[in-house]
């Protein structure tokens, strides 16, 4: 597992690369936030986070499959992963930011991925 890549992923530059071509502009990991979220955006108090299918449990994903070998240390791994992820949200969402979650599985569509964002990082006032 140390080889398990935590930055700069493809699905994660595919979404700065997309964020960055709609005009934002936004800072990477901040450590100081809870999660170290993938993409701040520190004026509009919104954050990004881009979720690999498999490490965070997209629920009904076909890529969030449960290795059939050592079951409960896997199960207990992604668990806490999906509780860190739980706590993390709550927490950025408590201190005042808005929180948006992109699966690794929603970058493969770029159009309908280009629509979310730019809905997200564009609409005023509403959570």
């Not at 960055?20 to 936030?33: E, V």
Request: aromatic share 12%; net charge positive; charged share 35%.
């Amino acid at each position: 597992m140390s080889r398990i890549q935590g930055k700069d992923t493809k699905p994660e530059l595919v979404v700065r690369r997309l964020v960055h071509s709609l005009g934002f502009r936004y800072r990477l990991h901040r450590h100081d936030l809870p999660g170290s979220p993938d993409l701040v955006f520190p004026r509009l108090r919104r954050i990004i986070f881009v979720h690999g299918c498999y490490w965070h449990r997209h629920e009904g994903c076909r890529y969030a499959y449960l290795p059939k070998s050592n079951v409960s240390f896997w199960r207990s791994k992604f668990a806490a992963n999906v509780e860190r992820d739980r706590m993390a949200i709550q927490k950025l969402k408590k201190a005042g930011w808005r929180v948006h979650i992109i699966w690794e599985c929603e970058t493969q569509e770029r159009e309908a991925l280009k629509r979310r964002v730019t809905t997200y990082l564009k609409r005023e006032g509403r959570r």
